[in-house]
């Protein structure tokens, strides 16, 4: 029964197992004795454990008596029928000893590898009972809505028998219903619902009530790689209208395109000749030998060469280039170039080639720039353009020489300045817009970054193909992509509140995940999340059979070579699986199949609602299924009956994805729990992958071993070198990931700091005393800029000190008051807070009267007194957030152009990372205090004002939602100041 577990043995992982392997053990013994029960004595147990981890059992403690339970509870279960995603199945799970070891590894926080089909979902049922004992928040992490309630309806079964509430969280729950479902033991959700929910409680909540989560226990999340490797590259941010749009995209879009046509026809007009060239010189004959050339023709040629070399950087996707490309004799020599123009010596003189074109497209490095030609076309032909289109100001000098004029007094001298601001700002907009811009026309690609959906730009998910409708690319560039498409140009946005994946899970205390591919990300796992992966054995032997890829030179002959492959094994019966890179290839793949009249069904970004009905037919005889790389994660296929004595399913690979893991999941889409299945990738030069990230010594190779048209190459360096090809890039977008987490992590201290702040103020029963304090804290840090030592005239300021506190608030002071030999700082200090709290009980006095006074005149009869401290309360709480909130919003865009901003020094030889750290770091300084210094200046500011009768009731503090839905029900806090008496438009802000 143990064989599983001594092949491992000897490794670290197999030393690991073992251990575990003795606890599966126990738990079996356990469970045996449990089967004695009855079902009321099983069912007691949950209450017994609770009570036991009350007085003082750890959860590791009742780890196997706890898993026994569950397995114990789905043997109990067998045969019984549970209602799943809308119809009744029955149960027939007991879980195996791999299951029960992998559950183990998931309590001790692991990422678990368990293959497809091995039972994940149960798996994880163990854990979730353990750990959800403790009555602490215990979340389980989903790929999409769909299977967060399909799992938590079918696992429910076991939960509800064992007296837990299970919930899932989707999309459609309403937020008021929220805060009660995650008082539930377990809840299932997708990592945009649970990192939302987080960011709305911290950042639009304007009450504890409206809070709706309750903590971050622990949390397994499904197809961890998925989820924290491929999503963690988009940040969660909520965003909504800004005031003071800028934008200019809708100006901007025909001057881009303008640029771009003209560079496309540029490159058009060089590829054009540079082939009648070598057409001429009898170099570009199918197949043949290249003709010996003369001197002079050789010449010639090394010109046409040049210009191809420069097409291939300013128009990489070509259509005569991409052909021409396909000779893999004229394909080394562009590469050649390559090499010869990156040598240091040629430096000059790559600048000087490049200078001809209008743009410079790196497609690897994903960027691109206007070059001196392009900037002198932009200003010189195109109308409505200027060269401070690239111009920017600076600031510094431009106030110093405006301080210069004379004859300006300082009320001219401020207008200028103004002025001057205002045109910096436009400019620094006008250029952001512009770089945004040529991003879309460069590098999106429609059907391939994003598609248009009901005139709407939705970005699909590189890595697995599906949509992510509701998600931006940030900072312009949706804006941009949507004047490109000529869609409607949403509204600018403004950040109101972001974290990144990464940062919200780190929030768990304990963190576990699975999934059927994490070692080559092991790493990173280990890394970032101190995740450990632990390979955990099949159940069944795998008999999966993979074959070596067929390599082809051409797309055209490696679309000719599948479709040959397709036939065949659609002839047998049986079904396939064909995996794309993108909803492009997906269709164009379609029409190929359908042309050789091959029936089939797309599964893809443009049809996903359908995907588990999709998946759940694709192991039927002769079904033949296209999908993007979602291909059913977390849905999988089950052979149809007589499949398995076929052969299984076929699962084709259409490329070599850029990360070897996608590759992996595809694979293993098929020879599930024991079943029979092949797979085979195929692969040609013109791929992506091998476009971009082989080397050049590959092609030297490809023009000695050239198959004749048709034929695969096959040799096995080819493997490698693929293979290397994708660990560089795996590589790259590692580094990227770790770039935006490095930068996250300056922000993700100051936003604990802004919402550990704001959670006081929320939470703390009376608002006044932190008001109070905040007065205090003002005063006390005022003074330590105006008393720094006495021994300079500047250095000790008591008339400027009492100048501030007199402006700031009603207050005074004799002429003289701090201005006492024998007075230090400490006495002073307190003189100003005395006064000034003094004050501020009397505003609050005062407004209580006032009132009262309402009260009065409103409810004349009314014999019930207002309980205005509470009131007072309230609205010295609205105002502390709102002012938190509007500061921090501002400081978020303050970020966000900073980041930017360090960018582009990184030309001058500085670190970026060091420099952003460095200025965030200030400006969240400043940050903090001009926040409680206007706090303290809006608390004596208020008024409470009647109602004028005609305003609707309703009205309440305007503050930005993020989605609309949000705006559902009234919370409790707003009823209460919405109650007859008061409501929030008496709050009169200035
Ligand atoms: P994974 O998430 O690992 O790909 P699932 O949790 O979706 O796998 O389960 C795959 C299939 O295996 C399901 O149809 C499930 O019913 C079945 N299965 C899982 N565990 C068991 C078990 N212990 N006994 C029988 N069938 C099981
Ligand atoms: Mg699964």
Known sequence: ??????????????????????????????????????????????????????????????????????????????????????????????????????????????????????????TSSMPLYLNALSGKPVHLVTVNDYLAQRDCEWMGAIF?????????????????????????????????????????????????????????????????????????????????????????????????????????????????????TLEKLGQISEGDERKKLSKQAQKEANEAFRSLWLVNKGNPHNKVLRRIKENPDLRAEIDKLDVYFYAEPNKEERFKTLAQLYLIVDEKASEYELTDQGIHYWVESIEGTSENDFLMLDLGHEYALVDEISDLDEQGKMQRKVALREEDAKRKERSHNLRQMLRAHLLMEKDVDYIIEQGKIVIIDENTGRPQPGRRFSDGLHQAIEAKEGVKIQGETQTYATITIQNYFRMYDKLAGMTGTAMTEA???????????MAIPTHRKCIRSDADDE??????????????????????DRPILIGTESVEVSEKLARILRQNKLPHTILN???????????????????????????????????????????????????????????????????????????KFYVSFEDTLMRLFTSPRITMFLQRFRPPEGEPISAKVLNKSIETAQKRVEQRNYTIRKHTLEYDDVMNKQRE??????????????????????????????????????????????????????????????????????????????????????????????????????????????????????????????????????????????????????????????????????????????????????????????????????????????????????????????????????????????
């Not at 690991?16 to 007691?44: C, F």
């Not at 989707?170 to 929220?178: D, L, S």
């Not at 790493?523 to 992966?533: G, P, R, S």
Request: glycine residues 6%; negative net charge.
């Open 523 to 533: 790493n990173e796992f280990k890394e970032i999340y101190k995740l450990e992966v």
């Open 1 to 122: 029964m143990f064989g599983i577990f001594k092949k491992i043995f000897g490794t670290a992982q197999g030393r690991l197992l073992k251990k575990q392997g003795r606890l599966v053990k126990k738990i079996n013994q356990t469970e045996k004795v449990l089967q004695k029960l009855s079902d009321a004595e099983v069912k007691a147990k949950t209450a017994e454990f609770r009570e036991r981890y009350a007085k003082g059992e750890t959860l590791e403690d009742l780890l196997v008596e706890a898993y026994a339970v569950v397995k114990n509870v789905c043997r109990r279960l067998l045969g019984t029928d549970v209602h799943v995603s809308g119809y009744d199945q029955e149960w027939d799970m007991v879980p195996f000893d791999v299951q029960l070891l992998g559950a183990i590894s998931l309590h001790y926080g692991s990422i678990a590898e368990m293959q497809t089909g091995e039972g994940k979902t149960l």
């Open 605 to 679: 970004a443009k049809n996903h609602e359908h995907e588990a009905e999709i998946i759940a037919t694709a192991g039927k005889p002769g079904a033949i299924t296209v999908a993007t790389n979602m291909a059913g994660r977390g849905t999988d296929i089950k052979l149809k009956e007589g499949i398995a004595g076929k052969g299984g399913l076929h699962v084709i690979g259409t490329t070599r994805h850029q990360s070897r893991r996608i590759d992996r999941q595809l694979r293993g889409r098929c020879a599930r729990q024991g079943d029979p299945g092949t797979s």
């Open 160 to 276: 509800k028998w064992l007296g837990l509430r299970v919930e899932a969280l989707t999309n459609e729950i309403p937020p008021n219903e929220r805060k009660d479902l995650y008082n539930a033991d377990i809840v299932y959700g997708t990592s945009s619902e649970f990192g939302f929910d987080y960011l709305r409680d911290n950042s639009m909540a304007q009450s504890a009530e409206e809070q709706c989560q309750r903590g971050h226990f622990f949390s397994i999340v499904d197809e961890v790689d998925s989820i924290l490797i491929d999503e963690a590259r988009t940040p969660l941010i909520i965003s909504g209208p800004t005031n003071d749009s800028k934008q200019m995209y809708d100006v901007l879009q025909k001057s881009v395109a303008d640029v771009v046509k003209v560079q496309r026809d540029h490159c058009g007009k060089l590829v054009t000749k540079a082939r009648k």
């Open 551 to 572: 390599i082809y030179m051409t797309e055209r002959e490696k679309y000719n070579a599948l479709v040959t492959d397709i036939q065949k094994i659609h002839g047998e």
């Open 753 to 990: 700091e802004i919402y550990s702040f704001r959670n006081e103020v929320l939470h703390a029963k009376d608002s006044i005393p932190l008001a109070e304090e905040i007065l205090e804290h003002v005063c006390i840090e005022m003074a330590g800029e105006y008393f720094v030592s006495r021994s300079t005239e500047e250095g000790w300021n008591p008339e400027g000190y009492r100048q501030w506190l007199v402006t700031h608030f009603p207050v005074t002071f004799e002429t003289k008051a701090f201005d006492n030999d024998y007075l230090v700082v400490e006495e002073i200090e307190k003189l100003a807070v005395d006064k000034v709290l003094e004050a501020f009980k009397h505003k609050l006095k005062h407004q209580k009267n006032a009132l009262s006074e309402m009260h009065k005149a409103m409810n004349p009869d009314s014999k019930q007194e207002v309980d205005a401290d509470s009131i007072m309360s309230e609205v010295s709480r609205s105002l502390l957030i709102r002012n938190i909130d509007g500061r921090w919003q501002e400081h978020l865009l303050h970020i966000d152009h900073l980041r930017t901003e360090v960018s582009v020094r990184s030309i001058g030889q500085k670190d970026p990372l060091l420099e952003f750290k460095h200025e965030a770091f200030a400006l969240f300084d400043t940050l903090s205090r001009e926040i409680k210094v206007e706090i303290a200046h809006a608390l004596f500011k208020f008024e409470m004002v009647m109602p004028e009768p005609q305003l609707p009731k309703t009205q309440t503090i305007d503050l930005p939602r993020s989605k609309p839905k949000t705006k559902s029900k009234k919370t409790k806090t707003e009823r209460k100041l919405l109650s007859p008496l008061i409501d929030l438009s008496m709050l009169d802000l200035e």
